[in-house]
């Protein structure tokens, strides 16, 4: 019998946690569910460490393949945390910054990245994102550049064919320096906050917070929702 990809079992697990959370409440939610989600993090977290700074050995690819088997069980018991402490009234307030950011994170990643891929890198970008999907949801559920970087190696080498002396030193610091998606959504965040109390940006002060933010990503650490 075939095994389902990666990539579903991790996406039924986010459904299954919203809706566990909503059931079991914010008590047991945050008690028992939250701890496993932090096991998750943790495990992946433990890893980065050997695969900056050691070569990407058999063994450390299979610790790698033993983590992301556990990856759904974590990323469901994470939303469950969410949905069970916070509710699901939260996502309202926050539809019209989520919609924000979500289409400013996909305008960047399909438009900026698809030229850079093609461009660039001489590669079909729709070839590329079918081989990308496993970490970015990995990435979407973890709010962690770090925490997908163990997969997101494995992937450039098996998936990408991606040379190790090339992918061991751009990945690490790409995971650190190169987080486009912490200055689009401290930018919306600005944006809208401003909107909020009702001021006007002028464009010096626009391009402020585009400059602010770009800095503030590049200096960040690749922690779970560090901005």
Known sequence: MRRMPLTYQIFIGMVVGL?????????????????????????????????????????????????????P??????MAWVAGAYGFSILVPLAKYLVGVIVGVFLHGAVIYGIIVAAIGGVNPWRFYQNAVDFMLVAFSTCSSGATLPLNMEVAETKMGVKREIFGFTLPLGATINMDGTAIYMGVATVLIAQFYGIALAASQQFAVILTATVASIGGRACPAQG
């Open 19 to 71: 809706i566990v959370g909503a059931i079991v409440g914010p008590q047991v939610a945050t008690q028992w569910l939250e701890p496993f989600g932090d096991i998750f993090i943790r495990l992946i977290q433990m890893l980065v460490v050997p695969l900056v700074f050691i070569e990407a050995n058999t063994v450390i690819l299979k610790l790698v393949m033993v983590v992301m088997a556990y990856a």
């Open 73 to 78: 069980v974590g990323v469901a018991a994470l």
